[in-house]
């Protein structure tokens, strides 16, 4: 599934990055937060502080706090493993669900088959297309919005690019309920858009959105037309803002998921150079 | 603390990175791996599951699982955050740590301090000038073993740069006692070692065992010389014998900390590229 | 700070207990109950079913499934510990709060000092005094209350026993917004309230709100007067419907705390014995 | 499976109990009890503490402190729900155990099914009929020795009662490899022993160990035959010791077990009054 070994950091760079300006596309993890409802809740507390008591004397005075942190995979900016969805029961290539599942999390298809995430990726800025701050709830982006976007900004999609869409999304990120769609549902691609960049040969996808794909769904299931037929990782709760202002096209994106073994997802930082 | 600003990716891979391979640095995490006892114990577990009943029909017969993770922020490969230490009390800077201490984590010096890490980075393989598999449990590197093996592979540290220093620790990872330092301590700077680093005015260091310091500590605590003194962070838990086999000497080091408000650390997952 | 060795569970049940009927007086746990924002968010998830692979053959071709729990003590119906509250800064007994405060909890006043309860209980049911199915928000009840509510139960309450105290709030245990106080605060008794509770020697305390006390507090902060100036503990979020619908005044109490060592309390269920 | 509401709790503490003393069957719950490897490992960290910043000033100048728990419902002393085992692939009843597995839990047969427990018990005291401190690890307990044990001590299990037996287990509980059974198995009943307690119609069973049964098991799973075939609830890791002590044979057992929902179990602090 994947073909890092023959991944040349410096070529993919030198062939997308010019002045090399790095751009951070996370949101932050804290309490405040939009998390799924159907994800765990995300807590943070400190575990031992500074002055609490040690076994034995340390040198220099010296003492460390730690914090003990619940959370799901899928909390804020983060990436979708192959096995977090499934297709009438089924994962990516065939095998019953079931089967990949256990006590230390999923056998196979876990977010440990993502390696470094190093390639040229292309921003959609549909929002910007609009001349709208952001989408509306249940707004979908078609394969024409797509090509319009791309025509207008002349954008250069190859086989194997990121594609990043931009809706607006993260402008809501301090409005919980709106942000997780439950004021009329989320703006992304349904079956046809969605198809659109599958067709053009992406390796990955990825919005500013919980969902990437519109809320209430159009067409069929665009996790499962990626994750279980096409083995399409995506990229959720992306900050794009501050590549739509710089009217970013194309550029290195660099993500780099923990190896968390049998996790469906992990939480991402990634950054884009320009 | 940082002048991320004036990074420029492009400038700084073309002046280290000489054909563009990437080696992953990191460990995985799974509920075997060693955690130090001071540190919430590790775990993940399946949440919803494939099969599990969802609260109304899903387009495609689809479904989605996901998972609760409970974990300190210095699990596996991981970095510190200037908060995570203090010393007679005082946090870089000189605030007393129990006042940047809350219900939410760190109100200062968390980990949301640093920024996406990209800088070049020079290997101080310690075990190989030694000809060692490993260091021993409580082995000192001193002064003049950075000098010695700076000599001798022709090493290029400048200002700013992250020295990473291998004592050939991630061998023993599958030894929880080993590794912890259970068995007679851990091999790394003390003060002696840590002042040479700090002389040279790295931005960061970086080692293959859970503390960095020679354990037990030697003249000083180094975390303390470095978080509390010198706002120097510390990389934990690396993985660099992929590194040592190839004999890389300055290379570029890419990292990206989760930005988890109030967090101490961050797990890592960090690249080099040579 | 406890006498429990001379309790003679026989000669309470005695004195207090008729026919024998027993009612649980708690709710249960779930994802849907209202918590308070202040405490962490509880969890229950799987962690290992029944189908998962085990790491050897077992006997009777069985299984077993396990669960992971995310809470609070102080989660459903449950008891406050005396190191759960400070009064300027100072825990029962004088000392300062943050002298017994540790990496594992409370060093003392924890729920550990909570022996068995098995007491003698006295309903006042304030909601059926007033002939309301349940206070306002916000509503106090005062020593007037309490002393007409007795009067007309002609209700016996004695030194050492536990004061229940019913508002009807229990009614509202599925609108979490309304429950936690959120619209516009909580029923319960201010200074002048707690100090006729005081004033009869009482044990301890339960009601079925969150706070038990008047939110927003009257007077003095009632969770003060009790747990840190007279070491009353405090019993919150308990299902009192079913005694009032029996008119229950006396009987008996039974609550058995889990001991957590360090922790400022225990959920809690309860039963009254009639 | 229930008939909890015809028990008169008078009636039975009258039957029983002779002098009404209460002693406590549990081992508290800390960092360092032993759990077994296939549960979540138990942490507690205080959340907020009395000194963190309140969102608005509070009344009196008090505060208060709380924590997060981490938590497997098979924790120091507790209670196996019926849905915690399975025999080839079905729960008690009949029922595929998949089918009642779910993300919140199990849908039937989780703890919630379980009323407060008060009712006549029995302990058969195995280590002390032997003349030992406590059983070997994989001894087995046999029809034959529950025989004698009676015999002995003019024991009187009538049908509904509760069965504790004693192997003097509670000795090790601060000795995680043994107590856990890494040393060479747990003593207690085999298939022989357990039917033995099934014929005689018991409601419940408990002992001093993790697992109650032998291990490695003899004959037939004796979970399975319990919680499965008979749906009798099992009870573990109790603290027998004072009881033994007092030469304890028939008392009442009270154990009130949290109604977490979904949960295969619950943490217990049984007592009995003698």
Redesign the interface.
């Known amino acids: 599934m994947e073909a890092?070994a023959s991944?040349?950091?410096?070529?993919?760079?030198d062939a997308v990055?010019?002045?090399?300006?790095?751009i951070?596309l996370?949101?932050?993890?804290?309490?405040g937060m939009p998390v799924y409802p159907?994800?765990?809740?995300y807590?943070?507390?400190?575990?031992?502080?500074?002055?609490?008591?040690h076994a034995k004397p340390?040198?220099?005075?010296?003492?460390?706090?730690?914090?003990?942190?619940?959370?799901?995979?899928?909390t804020?900016t983060h990436i979708d493993a192959l096995?977090?969805?499934?297709?009438?029961?089924h994962?990516h290539g065939g095998e019953p669900?079931?089967d990949i599942?256990?006590?230390?999390?999923?056998a196979r298809l876990d977010v440990?088959d993502i390696?470094?995430i190093?390639r040229p990726a292309t921003l959609f800025d549909i929002a910007g297309w609009r001349g709208v701050d952001a989408l509306r709830p249940g707004e979908e982006i078609t394969a024409a919005d797509f090509e319009g976007c791309a025509a207008r900004n002349a954008l250069d999609l190859r086989p194997g690019d990121i594609a990043l869409v931009r809706t607006g999304w993260a402008r809501h990120w301090r409005d919980s309920s709106l942000f997780n769609g439950s004021q009329g549902g989320l703006p992304g691609p349904g079956r046809d858009g969605a198809q659109w960049l599958i067709d053009r040969g992406v390796s990955m996808v990825g919005s500013d959105t919980p969902a990437f794909e519109v809320i209430?769904?159009v067409g069929?299931?665009v996790?499962?037309m990626l994750l279980?037929d096409k083995a399409i990782h995506i990229i959720e709760n992306l900050n794009l803002e501050s590549l739509a202002e710089r009217e970013a096209r194309r550029f290195l994106f660099?993500?780099?998921?923990?190896?968390?073994?049998?996790?469906?997802?992990s939480?991402?930082?990634?950054?884009a150079?320009l």
Chains 1, 2, 3, 4 share one sequence.
């Open positions: 890092r991944t040349n950091a410096k070529s993919v760079l990055v010019h002045h090399g300006e790095m951070d996370s949101h932050a993890l804290d309490a159907q994800h765990a809740p807590t943070l507390s400190l575990h031992r502080r500074h002055g609490d008591p340390r040198i220099a005075d010296s003492s460390f706090a730690n914090e003990i942190i619940v959370m799901s995979a899928h804020s096995g977090h969805f499934s297709r009438c029961g994962v669900a079931s599942e256990t006590a230390k999390g999923l440990t390696g470094p190093w209430p769904s069929d299931s996790h499962a279980v660099v993500g780099l998921p923990l190896r968390m073994v049998g996790a469906t997802g939480p991402l930082r990634p950054i150079v």
